[in-house]
């Protein structure tokens, strides 16, 4: 899989790449090696680095499959990375060199997928860790891709838009030069200090050097709709999130676990984190019936037991910049205060290794919803665990958004809209139907109820029915694992992860199997 890359691109397959770096430039910039870091600044003292926590999950969920040693190596590696740097001129004249990373974790199916995040903790051990968590999330849910994740190790903040266009689309030429982005190659995606805007210059400068490509807008997902996006997509992982949960708070069994009542409704949410994942998140359970009763953003934390309005905390936000001292709720300067209020679910949706050895005995709620990245450690797994708390992984819950992607992907790919071709047959059909019911029972709708029941799906509604029914199948299939082997929800999603990768390298005819 590794002979589509030239030589010249320096390019090197990860047997052992965190001990090795491997730089590339282009343009003629200089050569600057540097040393990698080997630990995020956001790892806790005393825990392992990202990536070996990444590793030592996998490691737990090899322990209850039946493959041979071989695959389980290889599966814990990272294929190839390509890692530069550049030089950038800032409009004060100051000339700075950035980092970049984009690590391709598993080719076993094309085209690899994983966000583009632009953050200070960006490093070579964070993507290839996050690369590898993509490859595992797309198997659990059945998203037909290999995993990959890339970065620019910056903080967007200190740069003006016109700044953030021409560093992405540098980004983005490194890539292609590299054959590193492609519809059928490696599609980015938004992630950490990203967005639609960067996911459009990505796609317009990949269509300025590829365009021959009649799929060209596949190169990216993540687009707003005018630029070849899909309806949905924006508020997919914090949709996701709900959906998962609710599978799991919906189950008797895990229920009967905790001694808790079924259901979302009345139960209390602490939300940390308050981007796009975590303000979607904290919407749909409200309007669910749950009562948010904590968010936290960089800063300030809102607490409230009679239960927080995320959309009017979010115009709050809008208007002041800030969610602090929201009416009606207690504000303190720590956003980790969310982590510790009394609540039944408790969705960490903030950084990576929020949750670890220091602080988690300290955690009150009995179910943690992980809606971002690692948030919880090994060693504070183990503490939970033994408190008997539930814990549903992320590679599973936030898995809304690659799904949606995935959906976006086919809309690129097919060059038509979802629902464009059946909505109005569909609505025909439905309403030649009820009029037939109504002339039997002599029956009158109202035009609210006749317009309700015969509505054809948007695209909105089939992307949102696609993304419950993957994470309902996915839940479905955790839980029985997790059952069947007498093991956490985490190891069993890594199973069926494992499993799905292991007979996909199977059927290709990988010899090691």
């Known amino acids: 899989m590794?002979?589509?890359?030239?030589?010249?691109?320096?390019?090197?397959?990860?047997?052992?790449?965190?001990?090795?770096?491997?730089?590339?430039?282009?343009?003629n910039a200089p050569v600057i090696r540097r040393d990698v870091p080997t630990r995020s600044l956001s790892t806790p003292v005393?825990?392992?680095?990202?990536?070996?926590?990444?590793?030592?999950?996998?490691?737990?969920?090899?322990?209850?499959?039946?493959?041979?040693?071989?695959?389980?190596?290889?599966?814990?590696?990272?294929?190839?990375?390509?890692?530069?740097?550049?030089?950038?001129?800032?409009?004060?004249?100051?000339?700075?060199?950035?980092?970049?990373?984009?690590?391709?974790?598993?080719?076993?199916?094309l085209p690899v997928k994983g966000g583009i995040r632009y953050s200070t903790d960006v490093n070579l051990q964070e993507v290839q860790a996050l690369a590898g968590l993509m490859t595992f999330k797309c198997a659990v849910v059945d998203v037909p891709f290999?995993?990959?994740?890339?970065?620019?190790?910056?903080?967007?903040?200190?740069?003006?838009?016109?700044?953030?266009?021409?560093?992405?689309?540098?980004?983005?030429?490194?890539l292609i030069h590299k054959n590193f982005i492609g519809p059928g190659l490696d599609v980015p995606a938004p992630d950490m200090g990203t967005g639609?805007?960067?996911?459009?210059?990505?796609?317009?400068?990949?269509?300025?050097?590829?365009?021959?490509?009649?799929?060209?807008?596949?190169?990216?997902?993540?687009k707003p709709v005018n630029q070849g996006g899909v309806r949905g997509r924006t508020e997919a992982t914090g949709l996701g999130v709900y959906y998962g949960v609710r599978e799991f708070v919906d189950d008797a069994t895990v229920m009967g676990r905790l001694k808790l009542p079924l259901?979302?409704?009345?139960?209390?949410?602490?939300?940390?984190?308050?981007?796009?994942?975590?303000?979607?998140?904290?919407?749909?359970?409200?309007?669910?019936?749950?009562?948010?009763?904590?968010?936290?953003?960089?800063?300030?934390?809102?607490?409230s037991p009679n239960g927080i309005d995320p959309i009017a905390l979010m115009d709050h936000k809008n208007r002041t910049g800030s969610i602090a001292n929201f009416p009606g709720t207690q504000t303190t300067q720590d956003p980790q205060d969310a982590l510790y209020v009394e609540c039944e679910i408790l969705i960490p949706a903030a950084a990576e290794q929020q949750i670890n050895k220091l602080n988690a005995d300290r955690i009150k709620a009995p179910l943690i919803g992980e809606a971002a990245n690692g948030p919880v450690t090994v060693a504070a797994e183990d503490i939970l665990l033994k408190k008997n708390k539930i814990i549903i992984p992320d590679f599973f819950l936030n898995a809304g958004g690659v799904t949606v992607s995935y959906f976006e992907w086919l809309k690129n790919l097919s060059h038509v809209r979802f629902g464009r071709l059946n909505k109005?047959?569909?609505?025909?059909?439905?309403?030649q139907l009820v009029d037939f019911v109504e002339s039997q029972l002599n029956v009158k709708m109202t035009p609210a109820q006749r317009a309700h029941i015969v509505m054809g799906a948007s695209e909105e509604t089939l992307v949102h029915s696609g993304l419950e029914d993957t994470m309902i199948n996915a839940a479905a299939e955790t839980k029985k694992t997790a059952k069947e082997l007498n093991i956490d929800f985490r190891t069993a999603g890594y199973v069926n992860a494992i499993n799905k990768i292991a007979n996909s390298q199977r059927g290709a005819g990988m010899i090691f199997l």
């Open 263 to 303: 259901g979302v409704r009345g139960k209390r949410v602490s939300v940390q984190g308050f981007g796009n994942v975590g303000y979607y998140t904290a919407k749909y359970f409200h309007e669910a019936g749950a009562k948010v009763v904590a968010i936290s953003e960089f800063g300030a934390c809102v607490i």
């Open 146 to 174: 290999g995993g990959a994740k890339g970065g620019i190790c910056m903080d967007p903040k200190e740069y003006t838009e016109d700044e953030l266009e021409r560093i992405t689309r540098r980004y983005t030429l490194e």
């Open 2 to 27: 590794l002979s589509r890359f030239s030589a010249s691109s320096r390019v090197a397959p990860l047997s052992n790449i965190a001990a090795r770096p491997v730089t590339t430039t282009s343009f």
């Open 424 to 431: 109005k047959w569909e609505e025909h059909g439905k309403t």
């Open 196 to 222: 639609g805007r960067e996911m459009s210059w990505i796609a317009n400068t990949y269509r300025e050097f590829k365009s021959e490509d009649v799929n060209a807008l596949g190169c990216v997902t993540g």
């Open 46 to 109: 005393g825990e392992p680095d990202f990536l070996s926590m990444v590793q030592t999950f996998v490691d737990r969920g090899c322990k209850h499959v039946k493959h041979d040693a071989c695959f389980l190596k290889f599966i814990r590696t990272t294929d190839c990375v390509l890692s530069f740097s550049f030089p950038f001129k800032k409009k004060n004249g100051e000339l700075i060199m950035l980092d970049a990373y984009r690590a391709q974790h598993k080719h076993h199916r």
